[in-house]
């Protein structure tokens, strides 16, 4: 049975136009290339394989040669999703090398220059999944072209136009990517969100979980938490809120909604990452980038407060949480210190609940690894 195709002209459950990632338009560009490449012709649209196992038919403006190879273009279209990189238009073009497929930075597409991100320092700012999805989608190609072509390496250089100038309106430059705007996306697929279709499915979360009569339910602000409680515990999906940055709209609604004389649960646990989840220690509880500072200042306190002055003057050396994970990993102290972390949190957010609920807190880095815990409780 062939995989289904994503329709993009039918709209989310929310009303909003679906759009397409940065990664899935290198994905398409760089298919388009090596098309070109291989057979000589210009597809006007190119199907590529999506790393949620479903495809989806993306537009090329242009496929053409090059001096080394082939080049493809295709504009990113991010729907009704109010995204910085909406009509950037992503080029990619594949050359033949000796063996393998490398990934370089062409124009207005970053480099990263500083540790604790989730490519190493160095490499151009193309996120894990899009190199898969990339590497994915030429290697199908390869695998069905004349034979000579089969065992062919392949440099894919990925640019962005007028990268370096969009950049400039996110993170990139204070988090150590220099040069242009990061390649990113983990399904390929933009699932716009209005900020009040957003809050009302953090409501149903809640109030289906509440529903379960468990003695506990889960919060977390991303999918970390769900796959870890789902997929290695056991956990039923409906008892695993995705409250995004709303944690506090979150905590209010669960109050609101919680009668102790009537609901089972005891106890809400609280797992991510704790670039998220630390912002709370401060009294953020709206932890978007545009509402509330970093949680690397809050952390770096506490470690003040643990450890020798040498050793919190490497820490301090951190540009982002993830970085500061690392070199705490290197230290040997990550372990204390993130568990003060998770109980800050953890009290935190009992203390938002007016100590109604037991809190337990789970943090975790990049990689999915267990790095801290704490409860209430304990």
């Known amino acids: 049975m062939s995989a289904p195709f994503i329709d ?5 459950s929310n009303g909003l136009v679906r759009g397409i990632t940065t990664g899935a338009c290198a994905a398409a560009a760089a298919k388009g290339a090596l098309h070109f490449l291989i057979f000589h012709s210009e597809e006007k649209q190119m199907e590529i394989d999506l790393p949620t196992g479903e495809k989806l038919r993306v537009t090329l403006n242009f496929c053409r040669k090059t001096e080394q190879g082939a080049m493809a273009q295709v504009t990113k279209d991010a729907g009704d999703d109010p995204d910085v990189t909406d009509k950037c238009k992503v ?12 990934f370089y930075a062409g124009e207005g597409v970053g480099t990263i220059t500083e540790e604790g991100l989730q490519i190493p320092k160095g490499e151009p700012a193309i996120n894990p999944i899009p190199r898969k999805m990339i590497r994915q989608n030429l290697e199908n190609i390869l695998n069905d072209s004349p034979e ?6 392949l440099d894919v250089v990925v640019s962005v136009l007028d990268g370096e100038k969009i950049a400039l309106k996110t993170f990139n430059p204070r988090l150590g990517i220099q040069g242009g705007i990061s390649i990113l996306g983990t399904t390929g697929i933009v699932e716009p969100m209005s900020l009040s279709a957003w809050k009302a499915s953090v409501e149903i979360y809640i109030d289906v979980a509440l529903a379960t009569q ?3 339910i889960v919060f977390s602000p991303g999918r970390w ?11 039923p999906l409906n008892r695993i809120c995705l409250v995004s940055n709303f944690i506090g709209f979150a905590l209010d609604h669960l109050k609101q909604k919680h009668q102790p004389e009537k609901d089972k649960v005891k106890t809400i646990v609280f797992a ?4 998220k989840l630390a912002k709370v220690i401060d009294g953020h509880w709206d932890t978007h980038s545009s509402k509330s500072p970093s949680a690397l200042p809050a952390i770096l306190k506490i470690a003040d407060n643990i450890f020798p002055s040498a050793t919190n003057e490497k820490l301090h050396l951190s540009k982002t949480v993830e970085h500061l994970i690392q070199i705490s990993k290197k230290l040997f102290i990550s372990d204390i210190l993130f568990e003060a972390v998770a109980e800050k949190i953890s009290r935190a957010v009992s203390g938002y609940l007016e100590n109604s609920l037991e809190v337990e807190v789970l943090l975790a880095d990049f990689k999915g690894q267990l790095i801290g815990q704490a409860a209430t409780h304990e």
């Open 8 to 12: 993009l002209t039918i709209p989310a």
């Open 91 to 102: 080029e990619v073009e594949v050359k033949l090398n000796k063996s393998g497929i490398h």
């Open 148 to 153: 000579p072509w089969r065992e062919s390496g």
């Open 214 to 216: 468990s003695n506990f």
């Open 225 to 235: 938490g769900q796959n870890f409680f789902h997929k290695e515990k056991g956990i």
């Open 272 to 275: 991510g990452h704790p670039g």
